[in-house]
């Protein structure tokens, strides 16, 4: 029935503690067509312990069925940090039986070879008796300076792990600057990138070079190396050096890596910034001596410089500092002046970078409308980051606050006064002078008449000078406010008996000057421009010129745009529509800098729809609103974010049937290759390599952010040349960027649009693009920028190599199958079927009736065809010759 044993290979096996598992091999010779047979078996303890390094089965079983030779023992081995020598146990095969049910003779039987019925186990050590060494910490830092004179040192620890039989040694190295010098790539620290402010501490200079033997004895876990660190009077930033080991002795080995403690084969030494390596910092002389503030300036920010040393600006120093009255204390109020809510910040702080010698901090002053007088205050540096002083004598800066808002008092024309108007007709105007502030003294002003000393342009005429002594009457004189008194008249006299040949409409200027008491004339509102019309019609609407000229609200735009509004709504003359152009204008600007609401939008866009229509005759040509029509579409754009889409009402206008606006803050990957679609299904292209894109594959970032705007007109008005219409279906494209409207376009770029015939059918070969030309007011159709890329009986594709306004020039043919003349021939045949069918009621009585019938009628249908031939079309016969044929059958069937 079979003799059982450990196969060869398996009697006496060798493996490594961290295999886990060992598989042993048992063999069943002779009689292996015996049926299932139980072979038992069990390990024994050797040097190597149960359940410590090995999982012990004290009655394992294996069964072999019939015609099976072999089978597998696994014992499983447990992996443990602890140092060992070699260790074994045994496993030992204890009875083998047949599971048959009948009975077997016991010289049959099975058995167990008895000299290979054991195996021995012999577990090898992978664990390091000797112990893995590791230096750390991994950075260790240091000051320089030294303590009452004791040297500083840098104290670094060897640890020893997962062995620590025997003695064994190992050397420990320090490696600087100059060992630098000769390469790092062989040490273990040769790949470790230092911090870039770091520099290399120098051997014998900065730190003590060392070469030491370290012991540690059997059982000995750690040690310990110092490391003296030199202290000189130089100042110097932050310096880096490395300790690492080296050949190691008596069977320990040097870690690879970090070992669970974080150690590894070296560690980095760093010594801190010393002897003031940040610098003494204060604020330079023409700081010290004093900067003005001026809040009624545009710039309303000084910066204050602070310095340090070149050669102590060796990391990133941190300057803070705040403001104050007063040089012994924090003082912020005085004499009714708060420098908090004067001033945008009161304390801060500024970084001098690694290597700034120089750096700024800001001081803004706030804006306001009260008048306040001259005064100053101190800017003081009161602390540093760790490595810098402040240099006592340069602490502090002096700011002086200037005069603001006239408090002695600011001399100004009124509104309603700014931009006066008068009819031509007129004799005397009267300007109000104001005065603001301090009214408590008396104040005299100068005023005086000037011309204009050329025409002013304005839409797309001229302001001509008017002449003093033939429009107005010169006079120089004083204006004075007694205390108390803020406001006066100017009387001016007009001449207008003996007016300049200048056209209308004229200008002259009243400016204010040399005020007494302190007192200071504004800016912007000391001079009166005195405007004279020809119409009496155009007196209010120039009047809503002045309203523009003084700080800007949503109510004021709102009332001059719903004036204009109701102005524009019949036709005006050249003159009224010549301040009309410079008011829209005007408000555009505004809404380049503030977001209009949406009732001034809505009303903007209505004033624009109202000119546009190709009803009127006083807008005609008028091509400069097509340019304030763009600027207002870049309006559409403020407060909008790049890359938002569009929303109808805010940035999208298209309910006037002339004029639709559609603008976008987009990213040029957005505007690159975009279709707008227009009405009937008409459309312009951007190029698609119009704008540049950059190849890194980043997030679109918002300083490449671009405003295009796209306006479709359906009325050529503004763009007719004498009383020709050019324009296909009335449609115009205006296609534009912010900033660069009209240009042509480089490295072949196009605009491609498409305009369909609706309605008609476009000739053939005849079709042109038109371009249009803003200097001339005129299209171009031979320009060379222009071709027509396809034209079909539907619609009419063009590409242009420039940024302008487009339209499409064609021939359309508008015959038609069925006119009139086709229908009214027709109506008169069935009178005749009709006369036919009742004459058949009369034949009966007389013979004659129905011959003498037929012959009026084929008269009748002979005129109609000889005058109407021409208007039929020639694939469709004439009616009457079927009504002729008709008849003879009626007629012969009642004989």
Known sequence: MGIFQFALNSRSVSVEENVQAVTLHVQRLFGFQSNLTKLTYQTIPGSAKPLEDFIPIYNGELLFLRFQTNAVIEISIIDDTVSEMEEFFFVNLTSVEVLDVQPVSPDWSPRLNPAFSVATVNILTNDILHGILSLGPEFVYVEEDANNGTPNTAILHIRRTKGFTGDIEVTVKTFGGFSAQSGRDLYPFGNVYEKP??????????????????????????????????????????ELFYVFLSDPEGGAQIVEGKDEYGFSSFATVIIAGSDLQNGILGFIPEVQSGLALDEDSENREVLLIVARQPNRAFEDVKIFWRVTFNKTAVVLLKDGMNLEKELVSVVGATTCMAGQTVCNISIEIKPDNVPEFETHFFVELYAVSTGAALNNSARFAFITVLESDAPRGLVYFSVGSRFAVAHKKTTLISLQVLRDSSTSITTVVTYSMQELQKP?????????????????????????????????????????KTGSLNPFPKRFQVVLSNPTGGARVDDMYGIANVTIVSEVDSLPVWGLIDQLHQPLDDTILH????????????EITEEQLTAVTHIIDKVTDVGEKQLLTDKSRSLFYEILCALASPKREDTRGYSLLAAVTEKFAFSLLTGIMCGSPGERGKNILDSCPYIAIMAHNWFPQQINGHRFDGKDGDSIQVPEHLLEVSVVLSPPQEENCESVQFTEYSSQQWFLTGDKELALKNKVFSMSLKGRSSHPLKDNNEVIYRIYATGSRIVPQKSLCLLWNQAAESWLSDSGFCKVVDDTSDYVECSCSHMSVYAVYAQTD???????????????????FTLAIISHLFCTRCAMFAAKLLTHMMVACLGTQVRKK?????????????GHVWTELLLFSTM
């Open 197 to 238: 402010n770091f520099t290399w501490a120098m051997e014998g200079e900065d730190f003590e070079e060392q070469s030491v033997s370290l012991t540690l004895l059997d059982g000995e876990r750690e040690g310990k190396v110092s490391i003296k660190i030199f202290d000189d009077d130089e100042p110097e930033g932050q």
């Open 456 to 496: 002013e342009p304005i839409g797309r005429t001229f302001i001509s000078p008017a002449v003093a002594g033939q429009d107005f009457a010169r006079s120089e004189g004083l204006l004075t406010f007694e205390p108390g008194q803020r406001n006066t008249f100017l009387d001016v006299t007009l001449t207008p």
């Open 559 to 570: 009332r001059v745009l719903q004036n204009l509004n109701a102005k524009v709504a019949t």
């Open 814 to 832: 508008n015959l038609s199958s069925y006119n009139e003349a086709f229908f009214s021939s027709g109506f008169i045949c069935i009178s005749g």
């Open 870 to 882: 021409a208007e039929i079309s020639l694939y469709f016969p004439f009616p009457c010759l079927h």
